[in-house]
């Protein structure tokens, strides 16, 4: 009972250490994020997004996205993209959506890339064409972005962009499954009836 109890103080003490560097960290970066550091006020966002180092706050994490992808973070380019296409911290505003996640997508980010697939696949912000979204949403999956191998895998086996081949639907499907993607592993199962 003894090792149990000071195994279980051993572990909050490193979990509180833990806790107070991301805090400290936090703080550091907001500083440098406060002094116009690009890289920092991605950071921020993330700390703010995820709950690292201080409170999970959408507002905020929106607001330091902006500051940072405004500063030319590709990455946030993307994710801002993304709280846009889905209204976190802010209005949905697909015609936004659209455009940082081209920004993104025209310096290669798969992210970019998937998310501006999706704003062509249904037509939100941009006239619906099937071929341009498989084309990069076909991209993001090139990369290795997992969101992307169901849409990819389903694109196949419907004929939404491209061609139907289920042999290729079956290999997307495939990748999506070994990331554990509910999706691909069920449509890879309506495959095998």
């Known amino acids: 009972m003894k090792t149990l109890l000071a195994l279980f103080i051993a572990l909050f003490c490193v979990c509180n250490c833990f806790a107070q560097t991301d805090a400290q960290t936090f703080q550091q970066k907001l500083q440098r994020a406060n002094a ?7 950071y921020v966002a993330w700390c703010y997004e995820t709950g690292s180092g201080t409170e999970l706050n959408l507002y905020e994490a929106f607001k330091w996205l902006k500051k940072a992808a405004e500063c030319g973070v590709v990455k946030a380019q993307a994710a801002l993209g993304c709280y846009y296409y889905n209204g976190w911290g802010t209005s949905i505003d697909y015609n ?3 455009h940082w996640s081209q920004k993104a997508a025209e310096q290669n980010n798969a992210q970019g890339q998937f998310d501006l697939g999706c704003c062509f ?10 071929k341009v979204a498989f084309e990069l949403m076909h991209k993001a999956a090139l990369q290795g972005y997992s969101l992307a191998f169901y ?3 389903y694109c196949y086996q419907y004929g939404q962009g491209t061609s139907v081949d289920l042999a290729k639907a079956r290999e997307w499907y495939e990748k999506g499954a070994a ?5 691909a592993i069920r449509q890879l199962e309506m495959l095998d009836k």
């Open 36 to 42: 116009g550091d690009c890289q920092a006020q991605f």
């Open 96 to 98: 936004q959506a659209v």
């Open 121 to 130: 696949l249904y037509g939100n912000g941009v006239r619906q064409d099937y």
């Open 179 to 183: 990331n554990n993607d509910a999706n």
């Open 151 to 153: 849409a990819v895998g």
